[in-house]
């Protein structure tokens, strides 16, 4: 079983920035590809962002693409997400999800391909 806990969400103003950190509890976090997700109230759940367990191959959203980063650090069982420029459009509860991709460069980016779930953090972004 695979925990993961979302940190760093937050009330921010338009324009402004913001890291998000993921920890996992597991083993061999290398051996999982890694994504977040957000949804807003009254919407469904979105792809933002992905990585693959070695973070060479990233992925992006192209409503966040340009403005938003994804890293991870398996040393660290963690997965950030760096959010710059932000936009009110952008206030939604996150969420980082694990998929067990045995260190394959598959990497989902939708949400049914992934296994495991963290229990979000909110992010606001004030106009």
């Known amino acids: 079983q695979v925990q993961l806990v979302e940190s760093g969400g937050g009330l921010v103003q338009a324009g402004g920035s913001l890291r998000l950190s993921c920890a996992a509890s597991?083993?061999?976090?290398?051996?999982?590809?890694m994504g977040w997700f957000r949804q807003a109230p009254g919407k469904e759940r979105e792809f933002v962002s992905a990585i693959n367990w070695s973070g060479s191959g990233t992925y992006y959203a192209d409503s966040v693409k340009g403005r938003f980063t994804i890293s991870r650090d398996n040393a660290k069982n963690t997965v950030y997400l760096q959010m710059n420029s932000l936009k009110p459009e952008g206030t939604a509860v996150y969420y980082c999800?694990?998929?067990?991709?045995?260190?394959?460069?598959?990497?989902?980016?939708?949400?049914?391909?992934?296994?495991?779930w963290g229990q979000g953090t909110q992010v606001t972004v004030s106009s």
């Open positions: 597991v083993s061999t976090f290398s051996n999982y590809a």
């Open positions: 999800a694990a998929y067990y991709s045995s260190r394959t460069y598959y990497t989902p980016r939708t949400g049914f391909g992934y296994d495991y």
